[in-house]
């Protein structure tokens, strides 16, 4: 079965702090993303990568930094988390090699910065 | 630039009852794939389908189908004969290209089947 896993599904925060979320997919696949979710703002793209090393920048990437050091594995960091980054936080991954239709997504983690 | 507009921000029926879901989408490629997402309560995306911007035929699949038509820039979801377990927020989606790189949400329709 298929399977992107995120670190955390709730994580709590306080303002300042240097913020880690992990992604990992196992499968294979080349295309990673990052999303926040907001309630009337359906999900925004923040980041996403095609191959190790690289990224690009999506919609809403101020704030943001990302890491992609395994193909497996892209990680998003938050410098200094600030109150308007709480929120729900998608990763999801995708290939165009292996013909694969969707993006598939993880459970999510719910971020709260105090 | 891309955008997806789902108007109904939330929708309830009645057990049994159909409902479609609307969304329109505005993009200037000429090859792009739309798509629906299906998220319950446990949070995690569900891909549902994906329709390529060269194949207006409806598709259905058991108690679902889906409506194209690129004269509107519209991709409505019907559900015939709701269920409790349809009650989730649906998500269409639009990308360029292959289909499968990045996605431009709509804001998500939240639909709550009554029993």
């Known amino acids: 079965d298929v399977k992107v896993t995120q670190s955390s599904r709730y994580l709590v925060k306080r303002t300042g702090e240097k913020v880690f979320l992990e992604c990992v997919q196992d499968?294979?696949?080349?295309?990673m993303f990052w999303y926040r979710q907001d309630p009337g703002l359906g999900l925004r793209l923040i980041y996403f990568s095609y191959d190790v090393k690289m990224k690009e920048k999506g919609d809403i990437p101020e704030g943001y930094s990302v890491s992609r050091e395994k193909k497996e594995r892209f990680s998003l960091i938050l410098e200094s988390a600030s109150t308007n980054q709480t929120s729900m936080y998608l990763c999801?991954?995708?290939?165009?090699?292996?013909?694969?239709?969707?993006?598939?997504f993880g459970p999510g983690t719910r971020l709260t910065v105090l | 630039a891309q955008k997806v507009t789902q108007a109904q921000t939330e929708i309830s029926v009645v057990e049994k009852e159909d409902v479609t879901l609307d969304c329109v989408y505005e993009t200037r490629d000429t090859t792009y794939y739309l798509f629906w997402y299906k998220q319950p309560p446990s949070g995690e995306l569900v891909f549902l389908i994906r329709?390529?911007?060269?194949?207006?035929q409806n598709e259905i699949s058991g108690r679902y189908s889906w409506n194209f038509q690129k004269s509107t820039s519209s991709f409505n979801f019907t559900i015939t004969a709701s269920q409790v377990v349809d009650s989730a927020v649906y998500f269409c989606a639009l990308s360029p290209n292959f289909g499968n790189e990045k996605l431009t949400f709509g804001t998500g329709t939240r639909l709550t089947i009554i029993p």
């Open positions: 329709r390529n911007s060269f194949d207006e």
């Open positions: 499968m294979d696949h080349e295309n």
């Open positions: 999801a991954s995708s290939s165009l090699l292996a013909g694969v239709e969707e993006q598939f």
